[in-house]
């Protein structure tokens, strides 16, 4: 019979974080700067732990030179070449320790990112996600990457459709089961590490322009999958990114609070000047395309189409034209502060640990993200 967890699984919207006493006179206090080192990579990092998605609307060069004024992170996406590349870096050599060079896992991609990091090499990150495939070609695709690049650090996203995104999720999942002798899923995120990853990226289905819980029914709630995750990845030194479901800068800090490393956008920094995605104007009012790197329009895009095995798992949305990103960093990390300061947190780093969380049902007014 198949098998029913009735445990409760959060979201964002499912919790808000406790007010604590708190010490700190000023939210200009609050130190939002985080130093890591890798498991595998045993380099480190410096910055503040919030990342542009590598989706082609909004992990572009010009929301990494943005973003990176403020020690944020950007994982570009996969679409950019060469010599698109190396004029960045030329123009922007202090922006190249903030971004990650993205591949999917196949052979093509692995030539691009080869001659990428070689014409580039101060780009010490690189970010693989597998659009489908099965654990076996993952893992090896990782190992060989991880031979190839020693010191690089690794960002993972392991793959769509099964086994191996709900494997990874299950890993943590079923964190109390691994506790009480279940290693079968335990092992997935064990062999992801061993096979040189340095990051895991969480998140099934969570994401604005994701239709993978419509179309598929699988997916794990964001708040309870990061701290599932958190924990698991932790207890190996491994770190991970909470990747998708942000709507608010309040998402964000709940996300840090759950014991997320690293927090990835995707429409939160959508609709901005720095984004990728066509500009269009109807009376009077500017929009910008934001679209799922599943949908249709990029499947149209990159690959001539959705293949006739697979139905797209992404959605393209019209967002209100934002302007300049400076202006919701500024928003995100206002709100991270003063969630540190209400918890009693004077670093980030302190956040997870000064965070309790009360299940609210439901949760005030709506909140809304790009194309709800
Ligand atoms: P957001 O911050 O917009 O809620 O989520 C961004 C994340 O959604 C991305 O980092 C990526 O993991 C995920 N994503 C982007 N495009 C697609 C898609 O077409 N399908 C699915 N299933 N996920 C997507």
């Excluded at 403020?70 to 010599?83: D, N, V």
């Amino acid at each position: 019979m198949p098998h029913v967890d009735t445990d409760v699984k959060l979201d964002f919207r499912d919790v808000l974080l406790r007010p604590k006493r708190s010490t700190l006179r000023s939210r200009s206090e609050v130190e939002l700067l985080r130093s890591f080192t890798f498991r595998n990579s045993r380099q480190t990092y410096r910055g503040i732990p919030i990342l542009a998605a590598n989706m082609d609307t909004v992990g572009t060069f010009e929301m990494a030179r943005a973003l990176c004024k403020f020690s944020l992170f950007t994982a570009i996406h996969k679409h950019y070449g060469l010599e698109e590349w190396k004029a960045f870096a030329a123009q922007n050599p202090d922006c190249l320790q903030h971004v990650a060079a993205s591949s999917g896992t196949g052979p093509s991609d692995f030539e691009q990112l080869e001659q990428i990091l070689e014409a580039v090499p101060q780009v010490r990150y690189i970010c693989l996600d597998v659009a489908n495939g099965y654990s076996e070609h993952f893992v090896q695709f990782l190992r060989d990457v991880r031979k190839r690049f020693p010191d690089h650090t690794i960002m993972v996203r392991p793959a769509l459709p099964p086994p191996l995104i709900p494997s990874c999720i299950m890993v943590h999942s079923e964190l109390p089961s691994l506790q009480a002798g279940n290693v079968v899923t335990g092992e997935m995120v064990e062999e992801l590490l061993l096979s040189g990853a340095d990051i895991i990226k969480v998140g099934i289905g969570p994401g604005s322009v994701c239709t993978t819980r419509k179309k598929t029914g699988v997916g794990y709630p964001q708040l309870s999958a990061v701290l599932e995750c958190a924990d698991a990845a932790h207890g190996l030194n491994g770190h991970i990114i909470s990747d998708g479901g942000c709507s608010c800068p309040g998402d964000v800090a709940k996300a840090f609070g759950a014991g997320a490393d690293f927090v990835m956008l995707g429409g939160m920094l959508a609709g901005h000047a720095e984004a990728g995605g066509e500009l269009a104007e109807r009376e009077g009012k500017r929009y910008k395309l934001f679209y799922g790197m599943s949908s249709e329009v990029a499947m149209r895009k990159y690959a001539g189409g959705v293949a006739e095995y697979r139905a797209s798992e992404g959605r393209a949305v019209e967002v209100p034209f934002r302007g300049p990103v400076e202006v919701t960093v500024r928003d995100i990390l206002g709100g991270l502060r003063s969630t540190c300061a209400y918890v009693g947190a004077p670093r980030l780093k302190e956040l997870s640990r000064r965070t309790t969380f009360i299940r609210v049902t439901p949760l005030g007014p709506p909140l809304f993200g790009p194309g709800d």
